[in-house]
């Protein structure tokens, strides 16, 4: 906290603040749980749509999607507590992201994981990601919500800084929704789940809100290992079945999750949102250990724990279903008319607040007295400062637009090279190979809602609640749900701007790629120090072009995360927005086309490729060339190109279909060629035929689709094409045991399969070797 | 009258309403057992759905076989019900004594969930009556603790009167003698590693588990 911070507090107060009161706001005024440094910029995403329930500043944003049913979604980093203890570190982002998802009433059905970590050539980094991974599966698998897609990036940047991003959805009838609002006087405040202990102290202000200093010999941030929470998925299964259950039988006015600054957060918003004041009894908390501070109790992280807002007259039939379910339940506070948020220690039996019987008063009628530890106007504690922190270009942008890797590539690359060793140096990049070591692990398939899993361009889940009963019709069709996560840093380094642009640009690609219409947008702002202004200017144009681009998309932002101080030893990330977006399938009845290749197909590329290799794995992945500027994100070729491949998808026009982004065409071709283990001979067509052969192959130009077309339908699909306005062109045909591009490559199937299957286990393995 | 099938429901169980689900698609009706009642109501057949009982705590299905509804189970089970243990289900019927063996953490100490191919042992089973002697099956697994260990005089027993119900094609988790699922002597209990409910729908990927499932109704 600052000086100027301290000031204002005893300006509110009108005295000094107690030690009980400084650390509430210390922690509720902190980067992670105030957004001082960012709220100023994020007003200028849109927001709204007619299908949004509930926009950004809740726990989740929701959207309607018909047939009485809602979707609950939200997105949130766990990034330091992961690079401090990477198993708990993950699994507590997990365990947290739910609560917020079934805090709206929803229940949680999947999630999504984008991990950033640093090259695998270091022993640590094999360990975070061995940690962060084993976390995500142990807490989802256990707590039962499916881990049905997310990203494994690799970047020197966030070696000593991995980021951990963690989505999930929910699904739920519209009429359980529920906002954390402590409505009406009387009512009950009762906490639910674990008990209080003294881990996750400083959580959200000393591990979310600062950087990391030098390194140390044991890790960077070692030192804040205390400061990590420690999950138990069982108690928060426990916690979700008995929360929908309350929800479902009308039992709680409103529930919250306790999350960054525990209960002085949940209590004190639930209580400010409804304009309500509210008083806490220290006392109804139960604790892990004696001897615990009023402080300690107050802003502990302890995961798996909710409150939930109750009137008097439910209270037994609350105790009773949280009974059934073998979790506490105390009654914590109570709601006032105050507006003032206060704590107290042993007050509530004295004064008769249940389950205690009624208190006889004295008589003069009034209450025994009990010493106040914290007394504040409720609205504060949420209210943090607003900061306008100096923006600066940074000064060595120019260079580093200036250095186009194009030159130094056609030199080394000219026509006539053979770009075979450089395909499969390709696919061997961790970045680019098969990721299905990390997925594996993950359940991605309960529910019985997984048409199309991790790996896919987008995951695909059916919603079930849209089909008609079973055995009644069978293969009758519902909707489903696309979900994909994508954030390119590379990009947003090179023009933060274009690359924000190109994320969103990119998410609805792979949405469209399953038949779906994006719907909604919730974005995860991962960033460097914010006093830096060179980082502040990095977010001021990732939020400008990320909102350009959802404008145009017509995709509305409902809800994020913004993430400071992803930093270490002065040297920040690279910005590092993430998007998730899910789009609807309005009718499912067969599986999606698959991103694979089968003989006889013909394979045409939807839309224009120019050499673009600034920022590309081929120029800055394999080569080290990290300049010049990202691709151009033309919003309404996106559009365009979105609405025509949901429509060819949607009808099963096409036989195949795959994006094309990370490693260019190439590596599109080549990865439907694996998919569908069948080989294919093509030329460089269209806009392709003008350029260097290894341009063409690796550029990774926005707007792009590869489909696998039945000979039959090529015509129709072209003439679709031309009337949408997308460039379209047949660049051969699917067949054989081999990837030709004339011109350019001639490798086998074999090789390729090999180079991007063995490509991050051999990482892993400590032997990171690119073929060629 | 379509069979109805009793879906036993642990705190920490995770598939139960899967479970009921792909009953339900292959035209049979479903009632949740919860764990804490002695009783397996008015059901046919019983499924112990897979997930986490329990939370796994101490060692998966340990605390699970003390819910008092494991003495309604295994007393269906002396009387000749079908009663089936799918993943988790399949470790509680271990630790409960109504099966043989043990399920230890997969060689390769990693959680696997990926489809696998299977191979139909025997159609001497309330589960594989309906399947063929020799069928593969393509079904998803989704386990940490499927590693099947016994001692060699059991193991000899569950070869020689036929009761290694299905083998992996190609082994994942190290389990002794490639065992996916195993029956007692009475043929009416059968446990299984892999999820058939996961593989009861074209549109999922595979609808091979359906063959097992309807064996039940």
């Not at chain 1, 999504?112 to 995500?136: A, K, Q």
């Not at chain 1, 044991?218 to 205390?226: C, L, Q, S």
């Not at chain 2, 009258?1 to 792909?22: H, I, K, L, Y």
Request: charged share 20%.
């Amino acid at each position: 906290m600052t000086d100027d911070e301290l000031s204002a507090i005893i300006d509110l107060l009108g005295r000094d603040p107690s030690d009980l009161e400084l650390a509430m706001y210390s922690v509720m005024w902190s980067e992670h749980c105030s957004y001082k440094s960012s709220r100023k910029y994020l007003g200028r995403f849109p927001t709204e749509a007619p299908w949004v329930l509930v926009g950004p500043g809740e726990g989740a944003g929701v959207i309607d999607v018909g047939d009485g049913l809602a979707v609950a979604l939200r997105i949130e980093s766990h990034n330091h507590p992961s690079a401090v203890e990477p198993h708990q570190g993950a699994a507590t982002g997990v365990g947290g992201i739910i609560r917020d998802i079934f805090s709206m009433g929803a229940r949680p059905i999947a999630l999504m994981d984008p991990l950033r970590f640093g090259p695998l050539d270091t022993p640590r980094n094999r360990y975070l990601v061995e940690g962060v991974v084993s976390g995500i599966s142990s807490y989802g698998n256990s707590v039962g919500v499916p881990t049905v897609g997310g990203e494994i990036v690799f970047d020197p940047c966030y070696s000593a800084n991995p980021l951990v991003n963690v989505f999930c959805l929910g699904v739920l009838p519209k009429t359980r929704l529920v906002l954390a609002r402590a409505e009406g006087e009387g009512n009950l405040a009762v906490l639910l789940g674990a008990s209080t202990g003294r881990d996750g102290i400083g959580g959200a202000s000393v591990l979310a809100s600062a950087g990391f200093d030098e390194p140390s010999t044991i890790g960077p941030g070692a030192d804040k290992r205390p400061s990590v929470q420690v999950g138990d998925p069982f108690e928060e299964k426990k916690l979700i079945e008995a929360c929908l259950a309350l929800l479902d039988s009308g039992l709680a006015v409103g529930v919250q999750d306790l999350g960054a600054g525990g209960l002085s957060c949940a209590a004190s918003e639930t209580a400010a949102k409804a304009g309500m004041g509210m008083d806490v009894d220290l006392a109804r908390v139960p604790r892990r250990e004696p001897g615990m501070s009023p402080m300690e109790v107050m802003i502990s992280e302890s995961q798996e724990r909710m409150l939930a807002i109750v009137t008097p007259e439910d209270l037994s039939e609350v105790l009773a279903l949280c009974e059934r379910w073998e979790i506490r339940a105390s009654v914590v506070g109570r709601v006032t008319t105050t507006g003032r948020f206060r704590v107290y220690d042993g007050a509530f039996d004295a004064w008769g607040v249940p389950p205690a019987p009624a208190a006889a008063p004295s008589e003069d009628g009034s209450l025994p007295t009990f010493e106040v530890l914290c007394d504040v106007p409720g609205e504060s504690l949420g209210d943090g400062p607003v900061y306008d922190r100096p923006v600066a270009r940074p000064a060595d942008q120019d260079s580093l637009v200036a250095a186009d890797p194009l030159a130094v590539l056609a030199q080394r690359f000219p026509a006539g090279a053979d770009a075979g060793p450089e395909l499969l140096g390709l696919l061997s990049l961790p970045n680019i190979g098969d990721s299905s070591w990390v997925w594996r692990q993950y359940d991605h398939e309960l529910f019985l809602n997984t048409v199309a899993g991790p790996g896919c361009d987008a995951a695909v889940l059916r919603l079930r609640e849209t089909l008609p009963t079973p055995g009644d019709t069978p293969g009758s069709p519902g909707k489903a749900l696309a979900l994909t996560t994508d954030g390119k840093a590379r990009f947003c380094l090179l023009d933060p701007r274009t690359g924000a642009a190109l994320a969103v640009l990119e998410a609805a690609r792979n949405v469209a790629c399953t038949g779906a219409r994006p719907m909604a947008l919730v974005n995860c702002l991962n960033f460097g120090n914010p006093e830096h202004p060179e980082v502040m200017w990095q977010f001021s144009e990732v939020v400008d072009g990320m909102s350009d681009a959802c404008r145009a998309l017509g995709l509305p932002v409902i809800g994020g995360n913004v993430s400071f101080y992803n930093e270490s030893g002065g040297a920040d990330i690279h910005p590092t927005p993430v998007v998730g977006v899910v789009g609807l399938i309005d009718r499912l009845d067969s599986r999606i086309p698959p991103a694979a290749l089968s003989a006889g197909e013909v394979i045409v590329v939807l839309g224009d490729t120019a050499a673009e290799l600034g920022g590309s794995e081929w120029a800055a992945g394999r080569h080290g060339l990290l300049g010049g500027m990202p691709p151009s994100a033309d919003l309404a070729a996106g559009v365009r190109l979105h609405e025509l491949v949901a429509a060819l998808v949607g009808e099963r026009a096409v036989a195949g279909v795959h994006d094309c982004s990370d490693g260019g065409l190439a590596v599109a071709l080549a990865e439907m060629a694996i998919g569908g283990g069948c080989g294919f001979t093509v030329a460089a067509e269209g806009s392709l035929a003008g350029l260097l052969p290894a341009a063409a192959c690796f550029s990774e130009s926005a707007n792009r689709v590869v489909l696998a077309v039945e000979t039959g339908r090529v015509d129709e699909i072209l003439g679709r094409a031309a009337a949408a306005g997308v460039p379209a062109a047949v660049l051969g045909t699917a067949g054989g045991g081999r990837l030709v591009w004339t011109g350019a490559f001639d490798v086998s199937l074999a090789d390729a399969e090999t180079a991007w299957r063995d490509a991050l286990p051999s990482a892993l393995a400590g032997g990171v070797t690119p073929v060629g | 009258m379509s069979t109805r099938v009793g879906v036993v429901q642990f705190p920490g169980t995770n598939c139960e309403q899967d479970v009921a689900w792909a009953v339900k698609v292959l035209g049979g009706e479903s009632e949740m057992l919860w764990h804490g009642d002695a009783t397996v109501g008015t059901a046919d057949a019983v499924v112990i759905a897979g997930g986490f009982a329990h939370g796994d705590y101490l060692r998966t299905g340990a605390i699970a076989r003390f819910s008092p509804v494991m003495d309604a189970v295994a007393e269906f089970a002396r009387a000749g019900g079908p009663v089936v243990g799918i993943c988790n289900g399949f470790q509680v019927l271990c630790e409960a004594g109504l099966l043989a063996g043990a399920l230890q953490k997969n060689a390769g100490l990693k959680f696997r969930c990926e489809t696998v191919e299977l191979r139909v042992e025997t159609t001497a089973t309330v589960l594989t009556r309906t399947a063929k002697t020799g069928q593969i099956l393509r079904i998803p697994i989704n386990h940490f603790e499927g590693n099947f260990v016994c001692d060699e005089a059991t193991l000899k027993g569950l070869q020689e009167n036929e009761q290694i119900v299905l083998r992996y094609v190609d082994n994942p988790n190290g389990s002794l003698d490639d065992i996916a699922g195993i029956c007692n002597e009475g043929r009416n209990v059968v446990g299984l590693m892999p999820h058939p409910e996961r593989a009861s729908e074209a549109i999922l990927g595979s609808d091979d588990g359906a063959v097992l499932l309807r064996s039940l109704l």
